[in-house]
């Protein structure tokens, strides 16, 4: 058994916080109607995932809406369609309108009771102070690509977390990662010595979804289905079987 001890737990956002899987597809829609695209969920967000990372990884200077902008130019012609301007701007300001996963907000509040709270996400600031209303709540800090000038999985958020604990008088250690995306964050973290919660948002569903895949095998520190088991066992001062 091991001690589930911390002092500050750092999330990733979309996909973890946020449920960005059933928002893209929302987000997406008019274009797929009017196209009358025939291809699944699933593939459409796998397909998703691999123009991001391709987007991110050529032009990290970007800023998330204009990532999802391209994302979007790209899809349409992987499937021998049209996107307009307007259909890829749209995209690209949906994000402070992706829902939140039903039991986040209640979960964040049990947390912040006994940790200091950190998001490390690759939107930039503006499309993340949308999505903190629907939160409802302040962080004590909130890291994003923007910030860094890098996108997940490069490492440059987790640096900037291990930094920001040195400015508060906290070790390494002090500090647990929580997220879904095994490529964008469990990976880079799990690199830098960090351990990691991995929230299985997918636990149903079989692929990666909205991210790319891992590489390589990546051995998350404990696993929960949701975030409210991971309430749960806090709030009851449990331990975590790795």
């Known amino acids: 058994m091991l001690n589930f ?12 916080l946020i449920d960005w899987e059933t928002g893209l597809l929302a987000a ?13 969920d699933e593939a459409l967000l796998a397909a998703f995932g691999e123009e991001e990372a391709a987007v991110e990884t050529a032009a990290r200077h970007l800023r998330y809406p204009d990532v999802l902008r391209q994302v979007l130019a790209h899809l349409a012609a992987r499937h021998g369609v049209s996107a ?11 994000v402070g309108d992706w829902p939140a996963f ?13 940790y200091r709270l950190l998001v490390l996400s690759n939107v930039d600031r503006a499309s993340f102070i949308r999505t903190q209303r629907q939160l409802g709540m302040e962080f004590d800090a909130v890291i994003t690509a923007e910030d860094t000038g890098t996108y997940k999985p490069a490492p440059g958020h987790f640096r900037a977390a291990c930094a ?43 692929g990666p979804g909205a991210t790319r895949a891992a ?7 404990w696993t ?16 975590i079987t790795s």
Do not use: M, N
């Open 28 to 40: 997406l829609a008019p274009w797929r109607r009017r196209h009358v695209l025939k291809v699944g």
């Open 164 to 206: 920001w604990l040195a400015g508060q008088g906290y070790a390494r250690d002090d500090l647990i990662h929580v997220a879904q995306s095994l490529y964008h964050d469990h990976a880079p973290a799990l690199a830098l010595g960090l351990r990691t919660v991995w929230v299985d948002r997918r636990c149903v569903r079989s």
């Open 5 to 16: 001890k911390a002092r500050v737990l750092s999330f990733d956002c979309y996909g973890t």
């Open 84 to 94: 307009t301007a307007a259909e890829c701007a749209a995209f690209g300001d949906s």
């Open 102 to 114: 039903g039991d986040t907000v209640a979960a964040l509040q049990t947390l912040q009771r006994r």
């Open 224 to 239: 929960v289905p949701d975030l409210a088991t991971l309430a749960l066992w806090v709030d009851r001062d449990s331990s």
């Open 215 to 221: 590489g390589a095998a990546v051995r998350p520190t």
